[in-house]
């Protein structure tokens, strides 16, 4: 089976049923075991095509590290409205370039024998851009292969989008050195002044936007509250920023946002593309969001292998950690059955992970607990295979990087 996103999709959202919905995959893998990994059709198809709306017609580049399955990737990128690919490691870039001619590699690299590839294919450097904010990683490019030695190497500057605000400093994650638009636009004169370079893009992230849910229950309002604030201060820096570097090199594209901020994003003009790919497959972390509700399309079930007490069902694995802050949002969630939740001692175990709650009663050895990520993509860094459900039935396997022997970080 092809995987297209473009076919009909049901007639109800199932997941709105979470007793149905869950308890048809688990019928779906009952004779697989565990752990199994799964993507739900109708959920993927639902997130990819809400991603679209919310984007207003606003191309959507694919972040990958938040997929890292190719055929999920390439259904994506077959739908009207997404074009090209966010990759996070060069390598990852050049793999992805041998079937796709639009790679923007989203962070710096220092990986001398990937560059040395990119250097020594000008079709590969016709179609990978990296990602810079220092001419000190220019200097890196030159000392494996000197401008007169290559094609010109495309770049794009990562420039930082977090707020510095009055009184409380620095909003966001710590990205780019570069933040005022003298400071990129300077980058910007040395980049187009130095030899067997090309400057085409510019990307700003605004993190503490995207990746900040505003429904959490917890200092709602004053997250709110931030990000209306340096929401309107981006604005305008990117918009100056994006001016003074059109008079410097005719730039491809100007990119932005992320799952999380679509619509914010896209109502920027002086941005021509946003970036999503953790809401494909739908983290619980985005369950909490005003603006939008995703379906969780991934998920993960393990089996139950020991009762120590009435109210507590042990099941095999389940310390499958996000990347952040070490904090309980970052522990995959106990889905279904219901109630459950990871004992405050123990949390999510590398090789056993104890579950309490009165649903824990009625579990017995062998049965399943369904888990949800935290984010997206780290989830096929543990599997070497998605199994995709349509209903109650499995329709096709799809491999992760991991299951095609890539890891590459």
Request: aromatic share 6%; proline share 6%.
């Amino acid at each position: 089976m092809s995987l297209d996103l473009l076919s009909s999709a049901p007639a109800t959202e199932p997941w709105n049923d979470p007793a149905s919905y869950w308890q048809a995959m688990t019928d779906a893998v009952a004779s697989v075991p565990g752990p199994v990994g799964v993507i739900n059709l109708a959920a993927l198809r639902h997130n990819a095509l809400d991603m679209l709306v919310r984007a207003g017609g606003v191309p959507i580049r694919v972040a990958s590290k938040s997929v890292r399955v190719r055929e999920v990737i390439d259904a994506t990128l077959a739908l009207p409205g997404y074009a090209g690919i966010l990759a996070f490691t060069l390598p990852e870039a050049l793999w992805l370039a041998q079937t796709h001619d639009d790679v923007v590699l989203g962070y710096p690299t220092a990986d001398r024998a990937a560059i040395a590839q990119l250097a020594a294919d000008e079709a590969l450097a016709a179609r990978v851009t990296l990602m810079v904010d220092d001419l000190a990683q220019l200097d890196l490019v030159d000392a494996v292969a000197p401008a007169s030695t290559r094609p010109p190497i495309r770049l794009a500057i990562d420039a930082d989008a977090s707020w510095r605000a009055p009184a409380l400093g620095h909003i966001g994650v710590h990205r780019s050195p570069v933040h005022e638009p003298g400071e990129v636009a300077s980058l910007a004169r040395a980049i187009a002044e130095r030899p067997g370079f090309t400057l085409v893009g510019l990307m700003m992230y605004e993190a503490q936007i995207a990746g900040q849910g505003d429904a959490t229950g917890s200092g709602d309002a004053v997250i709110r509250w931030m990000q209306r604030r340096s929401g309107h201060e981006l604005l305008e820096r990117r918009t100056a920023i994006v001016a003074a570097l059109r008079d410097i090199a005719p730039l491809e594209f100007v990119n932005g946002g992320g799952t999380g901020s679509l619509e914010y994003t896209a109502s920027d003009l002086s941005v021509t593309e946003l970036t999503a790919g953790s809401g494909l497959l739908a983290g619980h972390l985005f369950d909490g969001y005003r603006v939008f509700d995703l379906a969780p399309a991934a998920a993960f079930a393990l089996d139950v292998v020991r009762k120590p007490q009435a109210d507590i069902a042990t099941v095999l694995g389940g310390g499958w950690i996000a990347s952040g802050p070490p904090v309980a949002s970052r522990q995959p969630l106990p889905t279904w059955p219901a109630g459950l939740k990871t004992n405050g001692r123990e949390g999510a175990g590398e090789v056993q992970t104890p579950l309490q709650g009165e649903s824990a009663r009625g579990l017995a050895v062998g049965d399943r607990v369904w888990f949800r990520h935290s984010k997206s993509g780290e989830l096929a860094e543990r599997i070497d295979r998605y199994l995709l459900i349509d209903g109650d039935r499995i329709v096709a396997e799809l491999p992760t990087y991991r299951g095609e022997g890539k890891a590459f970080l």
